[in-house]
């Protein structure tokens, strides 16, 4: 049993201080978020989880993405559709990405044990459609989806071979408010998965009472879920058990909906029955969702639970 988390993590922005920094700053090339990356990337690594993120620092989760994208375009915050969706016009994640992997190295003396690893993360094409608003050249927003899997496809491919992540993982949010077409979502990822040299994972957070099912269908390595923070899911999985028996699940075990830190018994007891329904060996253990709402000590003090629950069956 590993562990990870789901991505964002609390972050702010830092100013220049010393002066190589001030001379970046004047030059216009200094990032104000590398320290928040090396902040979440400790953070994390502190806390014992095996699977990191960047920790999404950046920002939302559709625009990281959608400022790179033709076709796409950001006014005041909400995102527009405006032509035919095109390839990316740049890299996007892949330099925080190589940054966070080379923290987590220093971290470890110069090299990454085995069994650790970093994960790239990507807003998926029907979660970014259904937040963005049609003004042109798409009738409807399904064939905004295929292009945009598309778009994405590319980002995919050159984390998997420049990064060489653990997995990659899709944040697909939308997919259990009923508003999204199914069999589009399915054809979507398909696309992102076709060819892709590494594991690929699917976050889909909200109650999966009505899309379990089809969600087993996605061809995808790893679902992951949450079971912290709603009682419906685990009665959910447990009754769907014997589909997922070709996956394994992001066990979401605790609460990012909360800003307190989760009862370890509340953990404990729900990682028992995770064990019990799909096994120890098919099992991730992350929060339910990202954390960047949660206080830095108190996302800190979720996943050390987590990871003290997961050292103890690991162990037994
Ligand atoms: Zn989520």
Same mark, same amino acid.
């Given at each position: ?48 989880? @095996?699977?990191?993120? @960047? ?49 987590? !190295? ?49 980002? !995919? @491919? ?22 999204? %077409?199914?069999?589009? !979502? ?7 998965? %076709? ?115 997961? @050292? ?5």
């Amino acid at each position: 049993m590993k562990s990870t988390v789901v991505g964002s993590f609390p972050s702010r922005e830092s100013s220049p201080s010393n002066f190589k920094d001030k001379l970046l700053n004047t030059f216009g090339s200094y990032d104000p978020f590398k320290q928040a990356i090396k902040d979440s990337v400790t953070s994390q690594l502190d806390a014992g989880v @095996d699977i990191i993120s @960047d920790g999404q620092v950046r920002g939302d989760m559709v625009s990281i993405f959608t400022e790179y994208i033709p076709g796409m375009k950001i006014e005041e915050g909400n995102t527009f559709i405006v032509g035919k969706i095109r390839n990316p016009t740049q890299e996007i994640s892949i330099k925080d990405l190589q940054y966070a992997k080379k923290v987590m !190295a220093d971290y470890y003396g110069g090299k990454i044990p085995e069994g650790k690893g970093i994960k790239g993360i990507i807003t998926g094409p029907n979660t970014i459609v259904h937040s963005s608003r049609i003004t042109s050249f798409y009738k409807n927003k399904e064939d905004a989806i295929i292009d945009l899997a598309h778009s994405l496809k590319v980002e !995919a @491919d050159a984390i998997a071979k420049k990064v060489k992540p653990s997995y990659i993982q899709i944040d697909e949010p939308f997919l259990s408010t009923g508003m999204v %077409d199914m069999k589009t !979502a399915r054809e979507a990822i398909g696309i992102i998965k %076709d060819g892709l040299e590494v594991p690929l994972g699917m976050h889909v957070c909200g109650i999966l009472k009505d899309a379990f099912k089809d969600l087993t269908k996605f061809d995808v390595d790893i679902l992951d879920f949450e079971f912290a923070g709603n009682n419906v899911n685990l009665g959910v999985l447990e009754e769907n058990a014997s589909l997922i028996s070709n996956k394994k699940i992001g066990f979401g075990c605790v609460d990012s909906s909360v800003n307190t830190v989760d009862d370890i018994e509340d953990i404990d007891n729900l990682v028992s029955k995770a064990i019990e329904i799909v096994g120890k060996d098919n099992i991730l253990l992350d929060p339910d969702c990202g954390l960047r709402r949660a206080p830095e000590d108190v996302a800190f003090e979720k996943l050390r639970l987590m990871n003290q629950i997961k @050292d103890k069956y690991n162990n037994s």
